[in-house]
């Protein structure tokens, strides 16, 4: 036996772990590329042309660092916010930013408050510090306000998560109750609110921005409505005194050069993303009148994806994921009881609007049984 | 006085802090652009025209996230190396990967060992999880391998770095004496060897890889000699066991599917890597030819900087430093005491043979004591 040098005691006690396995994973064990590609909420109408022509234009330039102080992309985003440079920082998506946090607030050993079956990344990242996590099931597809306070209160938790809309589910909360839940929870706990899908949703559920509540993290991402996912870049925003905390660990040279001059130029382009928001809704109508056609039924959704209630159990939901994968469509499904009867992430998809024989085939299958069993 | 969220002890007690101040923030601050950009060790060569090809073929393609398992490009580094892709870790530049070793081998209060004045990002790192610098001064201008051995043995310490061919002073060791210090390091520590610039100097500097030993890590990178500093994309190599720890922390979908096509594809064209260290090499002659007639002398260097001594102490270096910024020129210089008499950076440099006046002002400049005086 190879003596090795020791771990720290956290991380000795870690699983080496993908916290979400890609479709290009699933591919490499099938030997074949997916047909259509709606598992990974990803806005398959692409990114703004203004931003790729940006990105064309600026590949050359890769020889130089990128900026580690992201000013330009921070003046952007502080502008479109209404807010100063000082209360963004940007990082490699809305994931490296949870890492981040996660390391500013908890200690091995201490609560972080989260709800079940929500963003398994964040998850990932309260383990990496050692945090130990109390999850609060969601209640009526929604994560459930009341219950994370309760937790946070009787945890005495440094840390809560909600996305709001919400993922796996799609659902949300108004900015009412998130206010609510805002003014209630201590001031010495931390409140992440992801806000990864708030531009596909209604406007009503986006409190207002208040820089001057230190206990209050809003993430945002170019992964979603603005179709950058693969540039990886998000930012928060938060009171000064804390964002500029994020200085203290965040790799300054983590985002590239490219992911910031494209991240300009998406928030530039608010016309085209306007538009993306309008085929999303459509696309949602036309994902529920396709899941009602067969006897199923979609879940309201103020993201880019929707959930599918299979109307059966979780193995029921997992074979239809099953059988859908096995036809080349690369989907996901929640997997915490309760959640687990959908399956979800039937985007709004430009690339099925090209490829009506993958649409047909799944509308054109039959009654709901029939659907069902030729699908499983 | 609003309440905080207390951070975690580690994180309080640090400062918030940039370790490198890139050149747009110190433009922004003179405002003007700075007519030559040679403090950053960038390549000004560029990337290969094929992989700028890639990339703008790649732009379209942003919507779609990136490979979180890195699958094709450790294949391609794993290939060059002659290891198994099991043997490769990806991430956002080697400052992404230290950050994470830092993480998976220090606690709080346990000692680190480099080098004083070596590179400050490493430093960074091991101070944002409260590890304890300990810091052995160079020897005749290069890290000093014996003191680091002995600084290990004697602290008892988790890690120790040295990067090797070294920055800021662009020396480097035979690989014979790398080897002697992994054989005598202690089992139980962790040796990283940072070869950021090791295709631009001797290949008599390299050991070979052995991805048996568990307490070896190597890092590479596509910042330097392969022109993609902007794009956040390099990798460690080392023994399977410890390449899969990094999964139990590292952020999964941190390097973005942009660097991942562009790492694969300046993998592939080898001929111009080979083109790019000959110009290079002429390039630090030619740099040593014009710091000689200006009674200055270039250190020998295996990177693609030159370090210049100047010829007397930190407090002139600094001025001419500070003179050359005032010209519209970037450069950087080491600060620790016995390297501070040297200015750093006039990298080989493209930028500079295309405007010839630039490189003339500096020649013609007169003898050396004039030169000076102009420059100051």
Same mark, same amino acid.
């Given at each position: 036996?190879?003596?090795?040098?020791?771990?720290?005691?956290?991380?000795?006690?870690?699983?080496?772990?993908?916290?979400f396995?890609?479709?290009?994973a699933?591919?490499r064990?099938?030997?074949?590329?997916?047909?259509?590609?709606?598992?990974?909420?990803?806005?398959?109408?692409g990114?703004?042309?203004?931003?790729?022509?940006?990105?064309?234009?600026?590949?050359?330039?890769?020889?130089?660092?990128?900026?580690p102080?992201?000013?330009?992309?921070?003046?952007?985003?502080?502008?479109?916010?209404? &807010?100063?440079?000082?209360?963004?920082?940007?990082? @490699?998506?809305? %994931? /490296? =930013? +949870?890492?981040?946090?996660? #390391?500013?607030? *908890?200690?091995?050993?201490?609560?972080?408050v989260?709800?079940?079956?929500?963003?398994?990344?964040?998850?990932?990242?309260v383990?990496?510090?050692?945090?130990?996590? &109390?999850?609060?099931?969601?209640?009526?597809?929604? @994560?459930?306000? %009341? /219950? =994370? +306070?309760?937790?946070v209160? #009787?945890?005495? *938790?440094?840390?809560?998560?909600?996305?709001?809309?919400?993922?796996?589910?799609?659902?949300?909360?108004?900015?009412?109750?998130?206010?609510?839940?805002?003014?209630?929870?201590?001031?010495?706990?931390?409140?992440?609110?992801?806000?990864?899908?708030?531009? +596909?949703?209604?406007?009503?559920?986006?409190? *207002?921005?208040?820089?001057?509540?230190?206990?209050?993290?809003?993430?945002?991402?170019?992964?979603?409505?603005y179709?950058?996912?693969?540039i990886?870049?998000?930012?928060?925003?938060?009171?000064?005194?804390?964002?500029?905390?994020?200085?203290?660990?965040?790799?300054?040279?983590?985002?590239?050069?490219? *992911?910031?001059?494209?991240?300009?130029?998406?928030?530039?382009?608010?016309?085209?993303?306007?538009?993306?928001?309008?085929?999303v809704?459509?696309?949602?109508?036309?994902?529920?009148?396709?899941?009602?056609?067969?006897?199923?039924?979609a879940?309201?959704?103020?993201?880019?994806?929707?959930?599918?209630?299979?109307?059966?159990?979780?193995?029921?939901?997992?074979?239809?994921?099953?059988?859908?994968l096995?036809?080349?469509?690369?989907?996901r499904?929640?997997?915490?009881?309760?959640?687990?009867?959908?399956?979800?992430?039937?985007?709004?998809?430009?690339?099925?609007?090209?490829?009506?024989?993958?649409?047909?085939?799944?509308?054109?299958?039959?009654?709901?049984?029939?659907?069902?069993?030729?699908?499983?």
């Open positions: 036996m190879p003596v090795y040098p020791p771990f720290t005691p956290v991380i000795a006690a870690l699983p080496s772990t993908v916290p396995v890609g479709p290009e699933q591919q064990d099938s030997g074949r590329k997916f047909r259509a590609r709606i598992g990974a909420n990803e806005s398959s109408f990114p703004s042309p203004r931003v790729i022509e940006r990105m064309i234009e600026a590949a050359p330039d890769m020889w130089m660092y990128c900026d102080d992201n000013h330009d992309l921070k003046v952007a985003a502080a502008a479109h916010h209404g &807010v100063r440079p000082q209360n963004i920082v940007v990082g @490699e998506g809305i %994931d /490296g =930013l +949870l890492g981040l946090l996660t #390391r500013m607030y *908890a200690s091995p050993g201490e609560p972080v989260t709800s079940l079956g929500a963003y398994p990344t964040f998850n990932f990242h383990a990496s510090v050692g945090g130990r996590l &109390v999850s609060v099931p969601y209640e009526n597809d929604r @994560e459930n306000l %009341d /219950g =994370l +306070l309760e937790a209160r #009787r945890e005495k *938790a440094r840390l809560v998560y909600l996305s709001n809309p919400d993922n796996p589910m799609g659902s949300w909360w108004e900015a009412h109750d998130v206010n609510r839940l805002i003014e209630t929870l201590p001031e010495t706990t931390m409140f992440i609110l992801d806000e990864a899908y708030c531009e +596909l949703g209604p406007a009503s559920a986006l409190p *207002a921005i208040d820089v001057e509540r230190p206990n209050v993290v809003r993430m945002r991402t170019f992964s979603k409505a179709g950058l996912a693969g990886r870049c998000g930012y928060a925003i938060g009171e000064e005194t804390v964002i500029a905390a994020f200085e203290k660990i965040r790799n300054h040279y983590g985002v590239s050069r490219m *992911a910031q001059i494209a991240g300009e130029a998406a928030l530039e382009d608010q016309d085209y993303l306007a538009e993306v928001v309008r085929k809704e459509a696309g949602r109508h036309r994902i529920a009148a396709i899941a009602a056609e067969n006897g199923l039924q879940l309201p959704s103020a993201t880019n994806f929707v959930a599918v209630d299979c109307g059966s159990d979780g193995a029921f939901a997992l074979k239809l994921m099953q059988g859908l096995a036809r080349g469509v690369f989907i499904k929640p997997m915490a009881a309760g959640l687990d009867r959908c399956i979800q992430r039937l985007t709004a998809m430009r690339k099925a609007q090209r490829r009506p024989s993958l649409v047909r085939r799944v509308r054109l299958s039959g009654s709901t049984s029939t659907r069902q069993k030729a699908l499983v």
